[in-house]
């Protein structure tokens, strides 16, 4: 992670002609079947977004901004097309090439927080580092340190059912960035907050953003939250716009 | 943390859930482990039983008499069944304490110079024992007996007649001590004498009978050839016998309850087997709670066989909380009863304490039990579809 490098940076962090492109989608298309009726949620996509891009997703319910996000977050294989994220083509994978791509590339942060109950904060901040070979020592620091990044130095051992909806996504938020990935997709991380929660969940995300070059693709309903991304793309029946 | 620490977590999700799960595991294996000691001390109950001891009976049923003058035959004949050391003779009396009816002792009218010396494992102080001799009306009790009953030596006691009916009075002369474990502790004797005088005039045609004949053989004579040749001397009389020793009764008797012993096996398996399936379902059911949470962990990068583990781990602890919850649960309630049933019941069952290859079998039965009950639940949670889990909201 280098901060300096980005902090000067003209201050916003529109994208580049000069960054290269991280996240690809050609002609991508993925239809589900319900029992004989079939779905087309997602046609002739077409998507770049150059690396270090904080990015909004919109559209109506149901117009497939979460089957978009899941398939290039590899949770999900599209049906036509290609993807090709962080200069890996992902039909090649296996499923478990796959799993360990996105244990390494991917932060999830998820409208319902999503923390294991039972652990403290500290504790689901670390999970994603148990897949990898980090000794447990150095795997409590890093965790440590997320959670000071999101500024929860001070709630680190407590549980989740302690923590108030904005902290528990700011433990989320840390989860997601402590194995260092290199794009963060969330899905409306703000849609259980209420203002000032999410403006500091913004906040934190832009900060990543720009400190940490992280790429980040948001899914929102919120208008206000869209504002805070630096492109704001809209699909709507499948397509974007 | 570590991958095994997160598995056994889950386990505190819900605190109550996970403590009467365990406490049904641990009560499952109480009772298996209860009925497994049970089966156990039965079966090895008849192996402290005397060989050296022989009981002679009437051939057709234990419960029919024999004419007393066959133990003059044998006593008389030392010498002529070679082998025999020393006999005696005894009825069973039935009787019954007047208030305390429903508590089971034996009562045995003996006869009094040859009982101790052929029942040498029934230790009497040669004082009370000389005292006994003197008093027609004397008994001698077993000390587990005298304590239930709060009975001293100078105690006059009252026992209630079944198949001799009436009152009858005795004094306790003297109180006998086990020097075998296999011996009852809880047996009231008395003169054979006072209950054949006493049913002169009643029951003329009971008296001069007797129950069995006991006798004890000699060091290195075998018991089956001097029991045979007992029961070939009274081949042409009357009344035929049958010899056995102390232990083959033991063993027959044993024998006749096969049927209730199979039984008790099978039940403590089926206890085992229930306690799988309501485990089995317990773990379904907090895993299917735990959906989301698992399409977390598999969006993290966890894969299904790590979900198969977490899942396979919390069943298996639970197996080893419920059984070694079940072990401090059997160990002093089936142990200190098991006391109580040495001391009381000690000629059935000379020992009855849980054997330590039952707990070690009880033990890892309930994990392996666990670990089963966990297999349906783990295959179905390394099944899931990431994107339904997460789909489901936590
Ligand atoms: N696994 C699936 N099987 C069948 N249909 C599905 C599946 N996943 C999504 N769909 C359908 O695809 C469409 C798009 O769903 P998706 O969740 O991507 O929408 P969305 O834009 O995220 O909506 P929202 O704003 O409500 O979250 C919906 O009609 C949904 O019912
Ligand atoms: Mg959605």
Request: net charge neutral; aromatic share 8%.
């Amino acid at each position: 992670m280098s901060a300096e490098a980005t902090k000067a940076d003209d201050g916003h962090t529109k994208p580049r002609a000069d960054k290269p492109t991280i996240i690809r989608c050609q002609d991508l298309g993925r239809t589900f079947w319900r029992g004989k009726e079939r779905l087309d949620v997602l046609e002739e996509l077409d998507l770049e977004i150059p690396e270090g891009s904080f990015e909004a997703l919109m559209g109506p319910s149901g117009s497939g901004k979460t089957t978009l996000l899941n398939i290039i977050a590899g949770l999900d294989r599209p049906t036509r097309g290609r993807i090709e994220v962080a200069g890996k083509s992902l039909g090649d994978l296996s499923e478990a090439a796959l799993a360990k791509w996105r244990s390494q590339t991917i932060g999830f942060v998820f409208q319902h927080f999503n923390l294991i109950p039972v652990l403290t904060a500290v504790e689901n901040v670390e999970l994603p580092l148990l897949l990898t070979k980090v000794p447990a020592s150095e795997r409590k620091k890093r965790a440590q340190t997320a959670l000071r990044v999101v500024g929860l130095e001070d709630r680190m051992d407590h549980r989740p059912q302690q923590l108030s909806g904005g902290q528990e996504q700011r433990v989320g938020i840390a989860r997601a960035i402590v194995h260092d990935p290199k794009i963060i997709v969330a899905d409306e991380p703000t849609g259980e907050l209420d203002r000032q929660s999410a403006d500091d969940v913004l906040t934190l995300l832009e900060r990543l953003n720009r400190e940490f070059d992280k790429t980040i693709l948001m899914v929102t309903h919120d208008p206000a939250a869209a504002e805070r991304a630096s492109v704001l793309r809209k699909l709507d029946k499948g397509r974007l716009s | 943390m570590t991958l095994v620490g997160l598995s056994v977590k889950n386990i505190r999700r819900n605190r109550l859930r996970a403590v009467l799960t365990v406490l049904g595991v641990a009560i499952a294996l109480l009772a298996f482990v209860f009925i497994r000691t049970t089966l156990d001390a039965w079966s090895t109950g008849a192996e402290h039983a005397a060989q050296d001891r022989l009981g002679t009976m009437h051939k057709v049923s234990f419960t029919m008499d024999l004419p007393r003058t066959y133990f003059e035959e044998l006593d008389g004949t030392r010498g002529t069944v070679p082998g025999v050391k020393a006999a005696t003779y005894q009825n069973w009396f039935g009787g019954k304490h007047p208030v305390r009816e429903q508590e089971f002792f034996a009562t045995i009218a003996v006869h009094s110079d040859t009982f101790f010396d052929v029942y040498s494992d029934m230790a009497v102080p040669p004082d009370q024992l000389a005292a006994w001799k003197e008093d027609r009306q004397g008994a001698i009790v077993g000390e587990a007996l005298a304590k239930q009953f709060g009975w001293s030596v100078g105690d006059d006691v009252t026992l209630l007649g079944t198949i001799y009916p009436g009152d009858w009075k005795f004094t306790i002369r003297g109180i006998y001590s086990a020097t075998r474990r296999a011996v009852d502790r809880t047996q009231f004797v008395f003169h054979w004498t006072y209950l054949n005088e006493s049913i002169k005039d009643t029951m003329p045609e009971q008296t001069e009978r007797v129950g069995w004949i006991s006798t004890v053989i000699e060091p290195g004579a075998r018991g089956a050839d001097v029991a045979q040749a007992i029961d070939a001397k009274f081949e042409e009389h009357d009344v035929q016998t049958r010899t056995m020793s102390e232990r083959a009764l033991s063993m027959e008797f044993m024998g006749s309850f096969g049927a209730i012993l199979t039984a008790l096996d099978v039940v403590s398996g089926v206890i085992l087997v229930i306690m799988m399936l309501i485990l089995g379902n317990t773990i379904a059911m907090s895993v299917r709670e735990r959906t989301n949470e698992h399409g977390v962990l598999l969006a993290l990068g966890f894969r299904p066989k790590h979900i198969a583990l977490f899942v396979m781990g919390e069943g298996l602890a639970i197996g080893l909380l419920g059984g070694l919850a079940g072990l401090c649960l059997s160990y002093p309630f089936i142990n200190g009863m098991g006391r109580w049933i040495e001391d009381n019941m000690g000629a059935w069952f000379p020992y009855f304490q849980i054997p330590i290859d039952v707990a070690i079998t009880a033990l890892l039965l309930a994990m392996l039990l666990a670990g089963l009950a966990a297999v349906i639940p783990a295959y179905r949670a390394s099944r899931l579809d990431v994107i339904d889990a997460l789909r489901r909201i936590g």
